[in-house]
């Protein structure tokens, strides 16, 4: 069975400064690897996703993800935030049949002024 | 494109009823899942259809939860007999998969969910 791990549950970042939050993931093959952003009682937004290919993804709002399978990880980065990114990311794997998504507990981000 | 989209936003119920959660995918996806999600916790996967039929049912199911997607559109969950325990988030999402050599996900979409509280 896949697993995520995000092992940062808070962060604390300088509105400006760049960021970086972790994922790993556990999966015998090739996954299919999202990041989710959510800010509080709302639904899921997709930052971006891999599927094959080229292992720098680009997303929405300025974040890219690495995939490194020598790793097993996704990290997630953002050369320069903003305050409006605070809100909970979550990292997710889906397997080969591409069937229901294994999400890690998620990463809090909070910006600093 | 207007989205998923799910009803109630919010919904209170007393222990014991029953509720009912209703999803709308977005129209060309063929794939529609269900989602709970607590309060600090990441969602964990319900089930799942493709098109109309129900392909995978997580062992969270209990037999007090049962979901449909009749004619392979729209979706209802719902819960009998209410516990506290039940109370969280309930999203759903929908995706397009083509299938040739491998799956091929071509979007995976959630909805804004609906939050049930059990009194």
Known sequence: AQSVTQPDIHITVSEGASLELRCNYSYGATPYLFWYVQSPGQGLQLLLKYFSGDTLVQGIKGFEAEFKRSQSSFNLRKPSVHWSDAAEYFCAVAGGGADGLTFGKGTHLIIQP | ?119
């Not at chain 2, 919904?11 to 063929?30: A, L, M, W, Y």
């Not at chain 2, 759903?92 to 995976?108: E, N, R, T, V």
Request: net charge positive; charged share 20%; glycine share 10%.
């Open chain 2, 1 to 119: 494109d207007t989205g998923v989209s799910q009803n109630p936003r919010h919904k209170i119920t007393k222990r014991g009823q029953n509720v009912t959660f209703r999803c709308d995918p977005i129209s060309e996806h063929n794939r529609l899942y269900w989602y709970r999600q607590t309060l600090g916790q990441g969602p964990e996967f319900l089930t799942y259809f493709q098109n109309e039929a129900q392909l995978e049912k997580s062992r969270l199911l209990s037999d007090r939860f049962s979901a449909e997607r009749p004619k392979g559109s729209f979706s209802t969950l719902e819960i009998q007999r209410t516990e506290q325990g039940d109370s969280a988030m309930y999203l759903c999402a929908s995706s397009l998969i083509g299938i040739g050599q491998g799956h091929h996900i071509y979007g995976y979409t959630f909805g804004s969910g609906t939050r049930l509280t059990v009194v």
